[in-house]
Structures are given as C-alpha cells and as structure tokens.
Antibody, heavy 127, light 107 residues
Framework: QITLKESGPTLVKPTRTLTLTCTFS??????????VGWIRQPPGKALEWLAL???????RYSPFLKTRLTITKDTSKNQVVLTMTTMDPVDTGTYYC???????????????????WGQGTTVTVSS | SYELTQPPSVSVSPGQTASITCYGE??????ASWYQQKPGQSPVLVIY???RRPSGIPERFSGSNSGNTATLTISGTQAMDEADYYC??????????FGTGTKVTVL
C-alpha cells in the first residue's frame, strides 16, 4: 500500500524560504520511472503543479516557479524535500505530494497519472 | 507555456450524464488524466491515459481525448459525484499541467 504524508511549517514569513518534506512508504524512489511530485492549491482555487523528481534523479519544475524551487530526494529515508524561496502571501495554500510513474516501451512513454496523494499540509505566508 | 481550459461549472440531474471538457492545443497528442476533489479532501485519480480507470473507480466514469479536447463523462451521475474535477495533460515536453477546474453540481 502506497502512502505519502507532507510535513513542514504552517506559518512562514514573507521573503523567507519554505521547506516541505514528503515522507512516503510502499514504493522505492530508486526505481526508474517512479516519481514524487508536489502540487499546491490556494484557498478556493485550482491545483497547480510545482515540481517532480524521478527515481533516476530526473527533476522537472513548473516554468512559472522554476527559479524559486528545488526538489531533492533521500532514498534511504524515503523522503522528498521541496524548498521554495522568497515566499509571498500569494503562496498561501495547501501543498500536496503525490506518487506517479511512467513506463517506456518501443520508444513510447506511458504516464499513469498521480495515483496516490498525501493528505496535504496548509501553509500560510504572513508577517 | 501550456494551458488547459475547463468550464467553471456543470450541473446535472441525478441519473443523467455529465460531460466535462478540457481544452488545450493539440491535447489529443498528449495523455489526459482526470482528478476528482471533494471539499476538504485530497484529489483522487479517476482517469489516466485518456480513458483508463484506476482500480476502484466506478465504471460510470469514462474518458476520451481527441484533437484539442479531452472529455470526462459521468454516466448515471450520483449525488456522491458532486465535486471539483481537474484535467491534467502530460507528454515528455509538457509535464503535469492542470486545468482550471470544473465544479459539478448534482441538482
């Protein structure tokens, strides 16, 4: 059974750096094609994908936030860490991590969606 | 950057069919996924690879994707299907972008 859980500060001051940790179980992030992503949702608004890291350490970032984000993994701890710099009140919202995987066959890639999500952690940016 | 547009809201009577569209340039060339999110809960994957259902998702949920539009169809809609629905597009060059979201109301 795959599970993920987000953790981090609930309150962050403007201009500071946010560090969130996703602790997971039920899969290995050293397996090619397996990935963990971060998604956020401002109150009452849509989902926004932030970043994703694969087992081979391939990293992808939202082009809108690329300069502010860093995603890393610690395979021994089954954790994925997301840092976001220069926090602003508009960054307030719920932050989720999710499991995904892709496979490849004969040059074609297959994406299986973000099939398991964590419960989310709420982050408020305020002085 | 790539964008996906959904209607803000869709209303449906119980037992009827709800169709939710997702528009993106050449979306049919990418994989479409759909997520259901109920108030206060995390999203749940209901469709991946355009038309495949994860285990545990009822058969009344189906998907299609062609041209510039992906569609999520809920047949025989039930009150429990009332939720926000988000599409997502994926290919190796357009990873993970989500749509604007659609609120489905079962009247």
């Amino acid at each position: 059974q795959i599970t993920l859980k987000e953790s981090g500060p609930t309150l962050v001051k403007p201009t500071r750096t946010l560090t969130l940790t996703c602790t997971f179980s039920g899969f290995s992030l050293s397996t090619n094609g397996v990935g963990v992503g971060w998604i956020r949702q401002p109150p009452g608004k849509a989902l926004e994908w932030l970043a994703l890291i694969y087992g081979d350490d391939d990293k992808r970032y939202s082009p809108f936030l690329k300069t502010r984000l860093t995603i890393t993994k610690d395979t021994s701890k089954n954790q994925v860490v997301l840092t976001m710099t220069t926090m602003d009140p508009v960054d307030t919202g719920t932050y989720y991590c999710a499991h995904t995987h892709i496979t490849a066959a004969a040059g074609t890639y297959y994406y299986y969606g973000m099939d398991v999500w964590g419960q989310g952690t709420t982050v408020t940016v305020s002085s | 950057s790539y964008e996906l547009t959904q209607p803000p809201s869709v209303s449906v009577s119980p037992g009827q069919t709800a169709s939710i569209t997702c528009y993106g340039e050449k979306l049919g060339d990418k994989y479409a996924s759909w997520y259901q999110q109920k108030p206060g809960q995390s999203p749940v994957l209901v469709i991946y690879q355009d038309d495949r259902r994860p285990s545990g998702i009822p058969e009344r949920f189906s998907g299609s994707n062609s041209g510039n539009t992906a569609t999520l169809t809920i047949s025989g809609t039930q009150a429990m299907d009332e939720a926000d629905y988000y599409c997502q597009a994926w290919d190796t060059n357009t990873p993970y972008v989500f749509g604007t979201g659609t609120k489905v109301t079962v009247l």
